[in-house]
């Protein structure tokens, strides 16, 4: 029996081990942490992480083919196909911080590896990393093992959190990247054996280490820029009275550019987009080439832009103040169908208000009270780009109250900010929302989910990202 390891149990490793281990009952799997209460709640019946479809894949396999286990080096030395999926945050210290990799997790799970093992292995690079990694991995494993031998392949993510369990059954492709040696390509054709078992073949791509690590990044990059560019194009809207999901929609039918990630709102989040352009960024400075550094640069300075224009957007709209004024928050997950905060856009636009004084109620369905605290007390890390919002102070967290109802944080509000796109704030009771409102009563839509027009009948005066100005 093939025995699999996954180092990393987070939002990456778990999903994916678990459809792996759905997909191909007779590979034994093992998930394993230093997080040991991370391991107690994928063994428990509350998952660590909110995706819809996982607690099923999960319920499937758990106990049969698949294991979490905190026992980290008994599952490493057994395994013969060892994924390491830890966290490569941003370095906040020294050589690179603000933007390089660090690859501390990374290291040490590398010479663990190296020190545990007994057996010939191949070592796959999960977690997303600086191009030219694998060369460094490489050469921990030979320097600290005992004549064993490591094959490393790269083998990036490309799951989107909220979709994580339909993109890992119907992937887009499936990407490896090895040495181009005898051994290398016997390693590439086993983890391609994997995947087989469930992935069309035309969809299994095979390239170099170095062209699948890069392409991970220019993956982020290109899907950030992407937003970017739109929330460009909806401040010009904004400014001309074009309306921006009319200008997405006549230029995603184009079938070079495709409708797809068209969407306008008040900036991207999550883990990874800005920590991969940074990621980027510092190679390209590192490789000799700043003028394509500042190009990448620039998607984080518009989505920053996007995210102080809409804070400036609610306090002129409430009369250039917002000063002891209750705001609702709907949504602070950095998109629906996760409870994931990481780069949240909601953290920097609620920053920005409790800097202004505003009395803060935030709602979100999969968000805990504890988690917004934690989020809204972090000082801000300077990323080397201009961001016009307020670091928070304990006093300004006192002005925050987390509700676990959207009618109980909009009652008696002054006005109502969407920032995460979750289903069920389209259809919520606006007219009943309405009456328990301060007069006027905004609404700022940073998702574009609400129909602006009718919430204008009843009374709301309503923004929306990129769209023409209340009348
Ligand atoms: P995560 O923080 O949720 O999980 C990482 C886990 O690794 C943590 O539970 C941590 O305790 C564990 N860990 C760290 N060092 C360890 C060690 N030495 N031994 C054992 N466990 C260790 O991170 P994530 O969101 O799953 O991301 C993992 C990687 O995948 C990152 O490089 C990320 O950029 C990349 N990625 C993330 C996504 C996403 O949507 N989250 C998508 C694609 C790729």
Redesign the pocket.
């Known amino acids: 029996m093939v025995k699999i390891c996954c180092?990393?149990?987070?939002?990456?490793?778990g999903p994916t081990m678990a459809v792996i281990a759905l997909k191909c009952p007779q590979i034994e799997v093992a998930v394993?942490?230093?997080?040991v209460s991370?391991i107690t709640a994928w063994n428990s019946d509350q998952l660590p992480i909110y995706e819809p479809g996982l607690d099923d894949v999960v319920k499937q396999c758990r106990g049969k083919n698949l294991f979490f286990s905190a026992d980290?080096e008994k599952h490493v030395s057994v395994a013969d196909i060892i994924f390491v999926?830890?966290?490569?945050p941003t370095k906040t210290q020294g050589l690179g911080a603000g933007k390089a990799a660090d690859l501390t997790?990374w290291e040490?799970?590398a010479r663990?590896i190296a020190d545990v093992s007994k057996s010939d292995k191949i070592v796959v690079e999960?977690?997303?990393?600086p191009v030219k990694t694998a060369e460094a991995i490489e050469k921990i494993l030979t320097h600290n093992s005992k004549g064993i031998k490591f094959q490393i392949l790269s083998n990036?993510?490309?799951?989107?959190?909220g979709t994580a369990i339909q993109d890992l059954f119907n992937p887009d492709r499936v990407l490896i990247g090895g040495r181009e040696t005898p051994e290398g390509t016997k390693a590439i054709q086993a983890l391609k054996d994997v995947y087989a078992h469930w992935v069309p073949v035309e969809r299994i791509l095979c390239t170099n280490l170095w062209s699948a690590e890069l392409s991970k990044l220019a993956a982020n990059a290109f899907l950030a820029q992407r937003i970017s560019s739109v929330n460009a194009m909806s401040a010009l809207c904004e400014a001309t009275g074009a309306d921006v999901s009319q200008v997405s929609h006549s230029i995603g039918t184009d079938s070079r550019i495709g409708p797809k990630f068209l969407n306008a709102s008040v900036g991207f989040g999550?883990?990874?987009f800005q920590?991969?352009i940074l990621n980027l960024v510092y190679i390209c400075q590192c490789n000799g080439l700043p003028e394509v550094a500042n190009y990448w640069k620039q998607v984080i300075k518009v989505n920053d832009y996007q995210k102080s224009r809409f804070v400036n957007r609610v306090v002129s709209s409430m009369f250039n103040t917002v000063s002891g004024k209750k705001i609702a928050v709907l949504g602070f997950a950095f998109k629906k169908d996760t409870g994931d905060t990481r780069e949240t856009p909601a953290i920097d636009v609620c920053k920005g208000l409790l800097g202004d004084k505003a009395r803060l109620s935030i709602y979100d369905p999969q968000v805990t009270e504890g988690q917004i605290r934690r989020d809204l007390s972090m000082k801000k890390f300077d990323w080397d780009h201009p961001i016009h919002l307020q670091p928070n102070s304990p006093t300004a967290i006192k002005q925050v109250s987390v509700v676990w109802d959207a009618y109980e944080a909009v009652k008696d509000s002054h006005g109502i900010c969407i920032l995460t796109e979750w289903d069920e704030f389209k259809t919520l009771d606006y007219e009943r929302i309405y009456q328990n409102m301060q007069k006027p009563a905004f609404v700022f839509d940073g998702r574009n989910i609400v129909n602006a027009d009718k919430l204008r009948q009843i009374g709301f005066i309503v923004y929306s990202i990129g769209k023409p100005l209340d009348p």
């Open positions: 180092i990393g149990a987070g939002y990456v490793g394993v942490d230093i997080s991370r980290v999926s830890v966290n490569t997790y040490s799970a663990m999960k977690s997303t990393v990036p993510e490309f799951l989107a959190e999550g883990s990874c920590k991969d």
